[in-house]
């Protein structure tokens, strides 16, 4: 049966499967190293901050930051990726511990190619960050009316990018993004499950369950402006964040103090 055939409910869940099968030369390792190297050197064409900046996206403080927004402006969509994460941490813990995969940096010599930040060289099998943008990008896509989705293909580019990212620093090989984002849209997938299930009072700007996720975000601003997350040259765009952050957090006590 063809894909485009089957019930919209179950066509999702073959886009996990589809990626994984049509990745499969890069998760075998087809054509290495010198895949790796040629996209890693392409990635030259931008400077490292560019790459670096979009792997926070695939880091969960940045993530919390860059989603901030929707505490006030949309919480139910807050919650839908917040549902992903038992799931991406799951999976990431499940591959990275039972696959001895070596990274790129402990395979080929390091002045071929552009290492950023801390050199990794074990738990190479998936790429976490890769997983969560996969992850986030599915889960609120899919927490979409079927209408609006259309305006919002550009979660899975970003995703695609923070992918992409990681190979542009130096810290995975092409076949770790793809396993990750395979199972990111999987965790996603289920998240969006486990989101579906959630009452009305997951939405309730005076209630526990939301201000327990603004006390999340209030960490997340000490983490940002106490160090480094992953770089060191991602500094700048976390201060930009953390400055985010607290607008909305002020912003949230305003409408939670208004409402009855």
């Known amino acids: 049966m063809a894909l485009n055939t089957l019930p919209a409910q179950w066509r999702r869940w073959a886009i996990p499967i589809a990626l994984l099968a049509l990745s499969a030369p890069l998760w075998l390792h087809w054509g290495e190293p010198g895949l790796f190297l040629a996209i890693n050197q392409a990635c030259l064409l931008l400077p490292a901050p560019v790459w670096t900046g979009l792997s926070l996206l695939g880091n969960a403080w940045g993530v919390l930051a860059v989603t901030s927004p929707l505490l006030v402006l949309a919480p139910r969509l807050m919650w839908a990726w917040i549902c992903a994460v038992p799931f991406a941490v799951l999976f990431a813990r499940l591959g990275k ?9 402990a395979v080929i010599d390091n002045a071929l190619f ?20 996969f992850a986030v990008a599915s889960s609120l896509y899919f927490a979409l009316d079927a209408q609006r989705r259309g305006r919002f293909v550009w979660l899975w580019l970003l995703a695609a990018a923070v992918g992409l ?28 499950l486990l989101w579906c299930r959630l009452g009305a009072e997951y939405g309730q700007a005076r ?19 106490d160090a480094p997350v992953d770089f060191a040259e991602n500094t700048p765009l ?17 409408v939670s103090r208004a409402r009855v």
């Open 97 to 105: 511990g039972l696959l001895e995969s070596p990274r790129p940096a």
């Open 114 to 133: 552009r290492l950023v930040g801390e050199k990794l060289e074990v738990a190479s099998m998936p790429s976490g960050h890769t997983l969560t943008a």
């Open 165 to 192: 990212s990681r190979i542009a620093v130096g810290a995975h090989w092409p076949g770790d993004v793809a396993v990750g984002a395979c199972l990111g849209v999987l965790a996603g997938l289920l998240g969006n």
């Open 207 to 225: 209630g526990w369950r939301l201000r327990s996720v603004a006390v999340l975000l209030a960490a997340t601003v000490y983490v940002l402006l």
């Open 238 to 254: 976390q201060q930009v964040l953390a400055v985010l952050v607290v607008a909305v957090l002020l912003r949230y006590l305003q």
